[in-house]
């Protein structure tokens, strides 16, 4: 689907007291990489944005439009029955009415839903691949447009999260409340690890950073870490690897690039293995 974007002047001002636009355009909201947003919407809802994301937004007299294009938000959505908050992202399309939801859009299309506080009904428009859910009995609109033909099939309740390919849903689980804390740290600048591999971490710390970790020896993919980093302190993440995990770090600067690059290997005389971590100048 493709929406054209506009800029209207910031207006801030109670959901029940807010009047539309007469000719309603998009809002842009972006963060760069390393960046983190949190912004008060037009309705009054309050949104957190993640490092390199970004989010459009309509409201119009029927409907509350939100576009997550990439990244990761979340949203305490301000309560109004008769107002419905619609959120897509990544294909999956999200409606709510008083929730507070956290989604992320990763590169690969998958796209995850976590909700804290109330309730989502969700939708990947193949009913083929949610099997055996209950469906909305609402058909919403969007854009305009009635969405009849592709009901929401899935209600999520507080607690749960989803993770939802382009074809058919991937896990859907039931979180304990430190779940959930850890999962939504990012939004006090926090990443949070328990028995996470390190090849999870890395890619996690890479998202916050334009200085990139790149493991070389796989085997130090499959090592398990745990404890909680500023998203910010890459170099206290660095230091516990070299402390607790016997990695070595070597920065490089990669030919053709402007961000430096951190290698991150074992160390070879303490293992007595060969290490063939890339050499450049």
Known sequence: ???ALGVIAFLRVDSDQWVPHPSPVWMRYAT????????????????????????????L???RQVLLTHGEALFTVMSNPSWPFLVEAGGVMLRTTDAQVSIRVHE?????????????????????????????????RWGGRSTAATPFHLILTAGES????????????QLSPAVLKRRIAWTDGWIWFYQDSLTEAVAEFNRYHSEHLVLVDPALGRLQIGGRFRSTDLDSFI???????????M???????????????????????????????
């Open 32 to 59: 760069n990489v390393g960046e983190m947003q949190q912004a008060t919407l037009q309705d009054g809802t309050v949104m957190h944005l993640n490092s390199g994301s970004e989010v459009n937004t309509n409201f």
């Open 239 to 249: 230091a516990t690897l070299e402390h607790s995990f016997d990695v070595r770090a």
């Open 61 to 63: 007299p029927w409907q």
């Open 1 to 3: 689907m493709i929406f």
């Open 162 to 173: 989803i993770a939802m390919s382009s074809t058919n849903v991937l896990v859907r689980e």
């Open 108 to 140: 690969n299309g998958e796209t995850n839903v976590l909700v804290i506080k109330g309730h989502v009904a969700i939708d990947r428009g193949n009913p083929a691949a949610i099997a055996n859910v209950p469906r909305s009995q609402e058909a919403p």
């Open 251 to 281: 920065p490089a600067i990669v030919p053709g690039t402007d961000a430096p690059t951190i290698y991150l290997t074992g160390r070879c005389g303490r293992a007595q293995q060969q290490c063939n971590w890339p050499m450049v100048q």
